[in-house]
């Protein structure tokens, strides 16, 4: 009976999976040609690429809503003031992440790693978005990334990072590499944390199965202000945001938990 259960869970994670992908992969394509029509249409007076930004933010929670893999639950958006310029950083957990962060619909530009330009629809959304990529082996590369963030935020958009640089299936989060916090120290413009619970536990990193349907909670926290930072070194107000972030995420974790998971 017990094994009934796992084979009947099994298929119902098959199901799940083949439908978030289907549904993910067709409004990728389907959402293309009028992505592309609005950035040809938008380029002439819209250099910051807002107007592409602002769709693919609607494309966003629209597949957020068909998938049938997770209910969200945001707080503290309205931390972020309209009209204010920040280095956004969050933990990472899954591919999801990017869709999560997505729904919060602020005005910012992601940091992408290089490999996912060169992935058909992706990487063409990418550049009509002015999203910044960078190959995390190649130091040229990483100051090209660094300056054209920098040209962001003086231009007024935020940028967003996962200072972990990559997913991480751990308790809680990895090492924080130094960019995210040494931009935020040249810009001397604040930094805005956020934290997210439970895309891991729905598609894992290298899993392209969705584990049941679960609960995603993300909560951004207050923004730090540059002047409060406390220190010119990158490397230690990396450390400090990561405490805080580890912390949060202990207490974004028990509420998940207490909220309780479908499976």
Request: one cysteine or more; proline letters at 5%.
């Amino acid at each position: 009976m017990l094994t009934d259960f796992f084979r009947k869970k099994g298929k119902l994670n098959l199901i799940r999976s083949i439908s978030a992908w289907l549904t993910g992969i067709i409004f990728l394509v389907l959402f293309f040609p009028v992505t592309l029509v609005a950035w040809l249409v938008a380029l002439p007076f819209d250099p910051g690429r807002k107007t592409v930004h602002r769709l693919i933010i609607l494309q966003t929670r629209l597949i957020m809503t068909l998938m049938p893999v997770a209910k969200l639950k945001i707080e503290g958006r309205e931390k972020a003031t309209k009209g204010s310029t920040y280095v956004i950083i969050s933990n990472h957990q899954s591919l999801l992440d990017i869709l999560v962060i997505n729904c919060l619909g602020y005005n910012f530009r992601w940091i992408s790693k290089i490999e996912n330009s060169a992935v058909p629809f992706l990487g063409w959304y990418l550049k009509m978005a002015g999203y910044i990529t960078v190959d995390r082996n190649n130091d040229e590369s990483k100051a090209i990334m660094l300056a054209k963030a920098y040209n962001s935020l003086r231009n007024g958009t935020s940028v967003m990072i996962f200072p972990e640089g990559t997913r991480i299936n751990g308790e809680q989060p990895g090492y924080f590499k130094r960019g995210a916090f040494q931009l935020a120290i040249e810009a001397k413009v604040p930094i805005l944390p956020v934290i997210l619970d439970g895309t891991g536990n729905i598609l894992p990193k290298h899993g392209i199965i969705v584990k049941g349907r679960n609960n995603i909670l993300i909560r951004v926290l207050d923004p730090v202000e540059h002047s409060s930072f406390g220190t010119d070194d990158p490397e230690k107000l990396a450390a400090r945001f990561r405490n805080i972030m580890s912390s949060e995420l202990m207490k974004l974790r028990t509420k998940n938990i207490s909220h309780g998971n479908e499976s």
